[in-house]
């Protein structure tokens, strides 16, 4: 099946710092999804995103379809910022995500 | 709109108990999904479903786990018995084509 890694594992940050998650996978996909587990446990959907750029105020992704990476760009990083980023890829329309291990991220006052 | 809805948020019971998890999609998304998140094996499937009917099921851990989707509106997940290697965050999940999967909040297991 189709592999998904995500780096780094662990990111430490200063509230204010920018940062950089990238997510790597095996195969041609379909949609390509970034999600924020906050500490409650919750999985938000921060971007849909099988090509190309998007933008959500301080976030940003791109994913290099041809060449199988996706990169999250979090700017101005803020405590709330603080969770696990999970990268997941669907191999085909309206079939499972595969999820990747996650960046546990903890942004610092 | 509502979002996918899970219940209950919480379940504590006894080993060999049944327990029913619940989850109503969002309206008119088509495929349902329910994925196990733990600390050893992360996110994975164990089920989904496409108009109602059953695609892939090898997710599942074992007997002891079943899921049906008797209408659009509605999934469940039971576990009878249970055990406590069964304890995990159970996630369900819809989607339709072309869409994003959106996750409901997820149901925190705990099998003592």
């Known amino acids: 099946g189709i592999q998904v890694e995500q780096s780094p594992p662990d990111l430490i940050l200063q509230e204010g710092a920018n940062s950089t998650l990238r997510c790597n996978f095996s195969d041609s996909v379909n949609n390509l999804q970034w999600f924020h587990q906050n500490p409650w446990g919750q999985l938000i959907n921060l971007f849909y995103?099988?090509?190309g750029t998007k933008q959500n105020g301080r976030l940003s992704a791109t994913t290099v379809a041809t060449e199988r990476y996706s990169l999250l760009y979090i700017s101005s990083s803020q405590t709330t910022d603080s969770g696990v980023y999970f990268c997941?890829?669907?191999?085909?329309?309206?079939?499972?995500?595969?999820f990747g291990k996650g960046t546990r991220l903890s942004v610092i006052a | 709109d509502a979002g996918v809805i899970q219940s209950p948020r919480h379940e504590v019971t006894e080993m060999g108990q049944e327990v029913t998890l619940r989850c109503k999609p969002i309206?008119?998304?088509?495929?349902l999904f329910w994925y196990r998140q733990t600390m050893m094996r992360g996110l994975e499937l164990l089920i989904y479903f496409n108009n109602n009917v059953p695609i892939d099921d090898s997710g599942m851990p074992e007997d002891r786990f079943s899921a049906k989707m008797p209408n659009a509106s509605f999934s469940t997940l039971k576990i009878q018995p249970s055990e406590p290697r069964d304890s995990a965050v159970y996630f369900c999940?819809?989607?339709?084509?072309?869409?994003?999967?959106?996750f409901g909040d997820g149901t925190r297991l705990s099998i003592l």
């Open positions: 309206s008119g998304h088509n495929s």
């Open positions: 997941a890829v669907e191999r085909w329309g309206n079939t499972p995500l595969v």
């Open positions: 995103i099988p090509s």
């Open positions: 999940a819809s989607s339709a084509l072309g869409q994003p999967q959106h």
